[in-house]
């Protein structure tokens, strides 16, 4: 097609300009480059027709024809080509006229001029078609490139759905095994749970009528309160890591830094996990979160401060003191350097610190700290603040602690005197606040006069001790039975009116008689039994006996019903 259309162009060139035009030379006459010229004109005006036609006819070939993209493509360069040698016929026509207008004026200058205007739009149209024609290549390269693309994810959705199915059939094989395993462990731990239970029940049966030897080497066994009642500071950072504070405190301590959800609900996981002795699971758990954080946010950043306490805690609990005090100690110093040394924040980790050093034994190292966040919590959230009650008991029984300690090194009472008084003063501090603030029924009233009682018994203050006692009993007593009258009577009062009848009526009055008031000591105040045993204990060192087995056997018997009570809920 384009073979037959470049001869007849070249004619139509001869015709117009005559065997002499690509040379430069003049036509001969005026008429006869006018007539070429017509020629020209008119076959211009063919081959214009005859590319339409010939580009109708291929649309409608390509329509009727089903072709493929490389035949498409194939097509496409063909066409390009033919495409690009009649524009370079074009331009030489276009060439050949602009010349004749510029070295002649011929009569008929405007009828040049028209057919100049033809070959022009001529022109254009296949300047268009070329550019068409690039576009629909790129197009096609394209297409190509995505088709291969689109091969290359069907290929990894295949092997990941492969992946998948295999992951999925073990998963659901290690959830077998797993459920199996659960189900033999809670057997077994309530197999062991009914053997204990039932080894106590006999232990509590044969040592109803113990010796007052035995009952003495008891006291000195239990005697140290801190090793039962030495409360940690965890408290301040669960109240701030759980999603709903419980208290306004918990708001005071968070004020100007704000605990992300992703360590609360962390938080809550690992404790959950070293709750039910998975140390295994807690331990990696808290050091790869450690590890993003310290990536995303910095070491010296207070979340990564807030997981290096928790991760010290979980430590602690393992009895690896010496990782959780290095842990404890980078966390305080990144909280003094990014909060502040006076935030509540820095307290709570001096706090955790004393504690972990008093389980240690290292009770004058840890007597500092304890000051110092006592002197931060009193500054920031004020002097008779329950917080404040709760860092001045465990100040004081650190400083308690610490004298126990002294005594076993043979230092002398006298020179412990100051120290004994610093303890009651904290102590009694503390009780005054928590009476004040949180009423005399709060469980830290009845613990607080626990500790201060064991203070005023390594002194020999029998007496003082004594009337403390009495207090937790009788307040216990009227929350459970009414006010006290002249039927109605606390433990103590019944177990002091045996000691004085026992020798007129031995056996005449069993305790049944007087009421069952060990039911007092119920499960949420374990802070009762632990005051009915060393109020025993107390008696008996009075040489009150009679009194003193009357509180033992309702300690006794209250553990017991607390004991059949768990193992009843539990079955």
């Not at 490139?145 to 998963?171: F, P, S």
């Not at 008084?421 to 006069?449: C, F, H, M, S, W």
Request: charged share 30%; aromatic share 6%; hydrophobic share 30%.
């Amino acid at each position: 097609m384009f073979r037959i259309f470049r001869k007849g162009s070249k004619s139509s060139e001869k015709e117009v300009f005559g065997n002499d035009v690509s040379k430069g030379s003049a036509p001969r006459d005026d008429q006869k480059g006018v007539a070429k010229g017509l020629r020209s004109s008119s076959c211009s005006r063919d081959v214009s027709e005859s590319l339409q036609e010939t580009g109708k006819k291929i649309e409608s070939i390509g329509r009727m024809t089903a072709l493929t993209q490389e035949e498409v493509v194939s097509h496409t360069r063909t066409v390009v080509q033919g495409l690009e040698a009649l524009r370079n016929e074009h331009n030489s026509i276009l060439t050949g006229i602009n010349s004749s207008l510029t070295h002649q004026q011929p009569p008929d200058s405007n009828v040049v001029h028209e057919k100049a205007g033809i070959i022009q739009k001529s022109l254009d149209q296949i300047e268009l078609g070329l550019s068409e024609a690039q576009i629909m290549l790129a197009l096609a390269s394209h297409l190509q490139t995505v088709e291969a693309e689109k091969q290359k994810l069907r290929a990894q959705v295949r092997r990941l759905c492969q992946e998948n199915a295999w992951l999925r059939d073990e998963l659901a094989s290690t959830q077998q095994k797993l459920q199996a395993s659960e189900q033999h462990v809670a057997q077994l731990e309530e197999d062991k749970k009914h053997l204990e239970f039932m080894s106590t029940i006999k232990k509590y049966d044969a040592d109803v009528q113990d010796s007052e030897s035995s009952m003495e080497e008891k006291k000195d066994k239990s005697d140290d309160p801190v090793v039962d009642l030495f409360p940690d500071d965890d408290a301040d950072d669960r109240a701030a890591m759980s999603p709903t504070p419980p208290s306004q405190f918990a708001q005071q301590v968070n004020a100007g830094y704000e605990i992300p959800a992703r360590l609360r609900t962390l938080h809550n996981l690992v404790i959950q996990y070293a709750s039910q002795g998975r140390y295994e699971v807690a331990v990696p758990l808290c050091k790869q979160a450690l590890e993003d954080l310290e990536k995303t946010s910095g070491h010296d950043h207070p979340d990564v401060a807030t997981m290096l306490n928790i991760l010290a805690l979980v430590y602690r609990d393992q009895n690896k003191y010496k990782e959780a005090a290095n842990l404890l100690n980078d966390a305080l110093a990144i909280r003094e350097k990014t909060l502040g040394e006076n935030h509540p924040a820095v307290a709570a980790t001096l706090n955790n610190l004393a504690v972990l050093y008093g389980k240690r034994g290292k009770y004058k190292e840890a007597e500092p700290l304890c000051k110092r966040a006592l002197e931060i919590r009193e500054k920031v959230l004020g002097r008779d603040h329950p917080d404040v009650a709760k860092q001045l008991n465990n100040l004081a029984l650190l400083c308690q602690n610490q004298i126990s300690q002294e005594e076993r090194r043979g230092v002398p009472k006298e020179e412990l005197l100051g120290k004994y008084e610093e303890v009651e003063r904290y102590y009694q501090r503390a009780l005054e606040i928590y009476e004040t603030k949180l009423g005399p029924d709060d469980p830290n009233v009845a613990k607080t006069k626990n500790n201060l009682a064991s203070a005023y018994l390594k002194q020999g203050k029998y007496k003082e001790a004594e009337i403390l006692y009495k207090q937790v009993l009788t307040r216990a007593h009227e929350r459970e039975f009414g006010a006290i009258d002249g039927d109605n009577k606390p433990i103590w009062q019944v177990a002091e009116e045996r000691e004085e009848n026992k020798n007129k009526v031995k056996d005449s009055a069993p305790y049944g008689e007087y009421g069952g008031w060990h039911k007092a000591a119920k499960v949420d105040s374990p802070t009762v039994t632990t005051t009915l045993k060393n109020l025993g204990a107390l008696y008996r060192r009075q040489g009150k006996y009679e009194a003193a087995e009357t509180l033992e056997d309702c300690a006794i018997r209250s553990r017991k019903e607390n004991e059949a009570s768990k193992f009843n809920v539990r079955s």
